[in-house]
């Protein structure tokens, strides 16, 4: 079947398939309509600008595949927790960090499984998770809490758990940001990172969970644009890098599944290379799949320059079957080339199922995590207590939505005596600084939810002054880093939650209630350590 496909097929056809896209709208415009008639694309990539409910999704993605002559590659980001394409009306799993903080195997796989289940239902097919990154820089702006943990053995459990569970959905896992980006203290969507380890503790650490996602058969293997001069004597990224592309993954490592790049048009790309250049050297180096997001000018940049590479003799057209086979090959082992659209109710009865929602919820209070407790959880409900709150804001597209209503003050209010609650912003300004401060004045009980504290001085100010005051027992949440902990040494409440979502919410007010027990275990190190 596969070379009967490729046998008919012209040569812009092929470049086609290397191509997965994004667009903005919730029904297909222009843009998107001209890359699959004109361009042949392979693949189309969701944000949450796509999404607006399950039944949304599954008209729009039918409505996709039936603009495509081959089936598509319908992608996005659902890595659970802070990272989801779409939220409504599904079950959104704890993310990574909180999963390795409940450290259970089968509950990752069965999360993955039941957020599977769910997107298959949808029209979707290919997940770009789970995240393998070893976190072990405190400082990483990007990485964090989409990481299971710092400890490569405990990443590399959970996220081949996961890559079982998704392939079990009939779902294509894949696992990311080779060869690792959880060691950087910069953002490839806004420059270029650089890791500068040596070959042997890239095996021991980096690599390691890379290495067991591909003995269990992972589909699809997402670059980090990411410099390691380790395996790349130029100063590029992993995406554009034939040694660590083809010599390290497909040579050294053995994998034989789709390699797709992550999006070009990230600044590490786009404002280097540029992303035309950038799509040839990304297939030269061994890339399959070409991931450009947004705009169509750049979307149709990359494809004419592939197309001239390869009219020109610089890629050859056999390097172009060698990716169409293994995108063909892995539609066809997916189950693509059968897929119909879900019925409403199959939707209505598999989406958001009370199945899926028990095991997000069980697995979200098992993550919660005492980090220091001073005999100060359970709350005393009958203290006045005074609470801060953080008003966090997206700060990407596949990133938590504005206007999360559900906080701890609202699920607190009725079962404390007295309560008030304060909403500052994420970086709170002098004023709004001296204002609580002020007010808390005379309460005894105070609790201060931190989001990313660790870039926050105004947060940071906020807790020291609150932990200085003498008969004050102060309980601090960090409701995404855990690592706020280490600019609090002198805080000896802290509990650590790892995401900020309704259920995670509801999950902490539970333990801070004694409805339940905290059982999460910190996935990553804390530089200081107080008696429980």
């Not at 420059?191 to 067991?212: G, I, T």
């Not at 359970?378 to 801060?388: G, S, V």
Request: hydrophobic share 40%.
């Amino acid at each position: 079947m596969i070379n009967g496909w490729l046998k008919s097929m012209s040569l812009e056809q092929k470049i086609g398939q290397l191509f997965m896209c994004g667009f903005d709208g919730t029904k297909p415009n222009e843009s998107i309509l001209q890359l699959l008639r004109d361009y042949h694309i392979g693949g189309v990539n969701f944000f949450r600008r796509n999404l607006l409910s399950p039944e949304q999704a599954s008209e729009l993605t039918a409505s996709l595949q039936r603009e495509a002559a081959i089936p598509l590659l319908i992608s996005l980001d659902q890595e659970g927790g802070m990272v989801s394409g779409i939220e409504q009306g599904i079950t959104l799993m704890p993310g990574n960090m909180a999963l390795g903080a409940a450290g259970d195997e089968a509950a990752v796989y069965n999360a993955a499984l039941f957020s599977g289940t769910e997107l298959r239902a949808m029209g979707l097919n290919m997940n770009f998770a789970p995240c393998i990154d070893v976190n072990n820089n405190p400082l990483n702006p990007v990485i964090g809490v989409r990481s299971y943990g710092e400890n490569p053995e405990l990443v590399g459990r959970m996220g081949s758990a996961a890559v079982k569970g998704y392939q079990t959905a009939g779902i294509t896992a894949t696992v990311k940001h080779f060869p690792g980006h959880g060691d950087t203290s910069t953002d490839s969507h806004h420059e270029l990172p650089l890791v500068a380890h040596d070959r042997k503790r890239l095996h021991e650490v980096e690599l390691a969970p890379f290495k067991r996602a591909i003995a269990s058969g992972v589909d699809a293997i997402m670059t980090a644009h990411v410099i390691f001069p380790a395996y790349e004597s130029r100063p590029i990224p992993a995406t554009l890098s034939h040694p660590i592309l083809t010599g390290l993954l497909r040579g050294e490592l053995g994998f034989e599944g789709v390699i797709t790049t992550d999006c070009l048009e990230m600044n590490a790309v786009s404002q280097g290379v540029g992303v035309g250049e950038g799509a040839v050297m990304a297939i030269e180096a061994g890339a399959d799949l070409v991931l450009i997001s947004h705009q169509i000018h750049l979307q149709v940049e990359g494809l004419k320059a592939v197309i001239k590479a390869v009219r020109e003799g610089r890629i050859s057209e056999s390097r172009i079957n060698e990716s169409v086979v293994r995108l063909l090959n892995m539609k066809e082992k997916r189950g693509l080339f059968m897929q119909q659209p879900s019925s409403p109710g199959l939707i209505r009865q598999l989406v958001g199922a009370q199945e899926h929602r028990a095991a997000a919820q069980s697995i979200s209070e098992r993550s919660i995590t005492i980090v220091r407790n001073n005999n100060q959880i359970p709350l005393n409900k009958e203290e006045a207590t005074y609470i801060i709150w953080p008003n966090m804001r997206p700060v990407s597209e596949t990133a938590e939505p504005p206007g999360e209503e559900t906080t701890l003050g609202r699920l607190l209010g009725g079962w404390l005596e007295a309560s008030i609650e304060h909403i500052i912003s994420v970086n709170p300004v002098e004023e709004e600084i001296a204002k609580v401060l002020s007010d808390s004045q005379g309460y005894r009980q105070i609790i201060v939810g931190t989001y990313n504290a660790i870039f926050s001085e105004g947060q940071q100010r906020i807790v020291t002054s609150l932990a200085a005051r003498e008969g004050v027992q102060l309980t601090v949440v960090s409701l995404r880093m855990p690592y706020d902990l280490n600019v609090f040494p002198e805080v000896r409440g802290y509990i650590a939650c790892y995401e900020n979502k309704p259920l995670t919410i509801r999950s902490l007010a539970k333990v801070l209630t004694g409805e339940i027990q905290a059982g999460g275990k910190l996935p990553v190190t804390s530089q200081t350590t107080f008696e429980h």
